[in-house]
């Protein structure tokens, strides 16, 4: 019985793989959500969307509730990140989390303040991921924010890395 449910999670985790790599082919297919015209961008959107290529976020994050532990280690692998819409742009990020052990396209709604960009999702559902609540800040070569996700929440922050095979 225990291999049965062994099985039945594994095929269920591939199933969600697939489907949120099948709708991020669909989306790219079908030309939804396509990058705006770099040429449209403010200064500031350009050097944030040339700064964040190919780059690694390299940090921790914290669990609230659970001030006792160490913070644990946290790291996203960006490939690219452009706008798509007014407040929207898509972060093609690889992680390992959440059941996700690989590059995904991630539509998330992004304000300005001042010089300083920062992720604004309020109870936004990713799908095969779950609903988050985020507020994350980029400056310099560093990002720091809050994250929420049911339940539980807590603290990030960590430095913005080249990566290793970037030739920029």
Excluded at 25 to 40: D, F, K
Excluded at 107 to 133: A, E, K, R
């Amino acid at each position: 019985m225990a291999s049965v449910r062994r099985v039945l999670g594994i095929a269920l985790i591939f199933v969600l793989v697939l489907a949120i790599f099948g709708g991020g082919w669909l989306v790219g297919r079908l030309g939804i959500g396509s990058a705006v015209n770099p040429a449209s961008l403010t200064d500031l959107e350009r050097q944030f969307s040339e700064r964040m290529r190919e780059v690694t976020l390299v940090g921790s994050f914290t669990v609230a509730g659970r001030e006792d532990r160490p913070a644990s280690p946290d790291r996203y692998d960006i490939s690219s990140v452009e706008k798509v819409g007014d407040d929207l742009w898509r972060f093609t990020a690889g992680m390992q989390c959440c059941g996700v052990n690989g590059a995904i396209p991630i539509v998330v709604p992004m304000q300005w303040n001042g010089d300083t960009p920062m992720i604004t999702m309020t109870d936004t559902s990713l799908p095969g991921l779950g609903t988050f609540t985020v507020r994350v800040l980029f400056y310099g070569d560093r990002y720091a924010g809050t994250w929420q996700h049911g339940d539980v929440g807590g603290h990030m922050a960590g430095r913005i890395e080249k990566q290793a095979n970037s030739d920029r």
